[in-house]
């Protein structure tokens, strides 16, 4: 199904109201780098996330390197190969509460 893509206007807007997130693919995207004492807080970090974002129906592009977690959301159906919707700022805005 498809979801609106935020405008240039509406994703400037989100991203300052959001910590440490910064614009990857071109805008069709948010990236953040989180890093941890050691393997076991970032996996712990990965299950709350992984709850998160099961429950929201939105799901993140991720890696994880022992206590690094690099996260990438965008929505994959909004735009027509994917873009930045409102879906991937309240992912975003979830995972920053957890924090
Ligand atoms: C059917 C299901 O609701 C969709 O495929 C959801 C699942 N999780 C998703 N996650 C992300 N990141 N983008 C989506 O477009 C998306 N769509």
Known sequence: MSVAQLTKTERDAALADLSGWALARDGDAIQQKFKFKDFSEAWG???????????????PEWSNVYNTVDITLTTHDAGANGGLSQRDVTLAKAIDALL
């Open 45 to 59: 970090f990965m299950s709350r996330v992984a709850l998160l974002a099961d429950a929201q129906d939105h799901h």
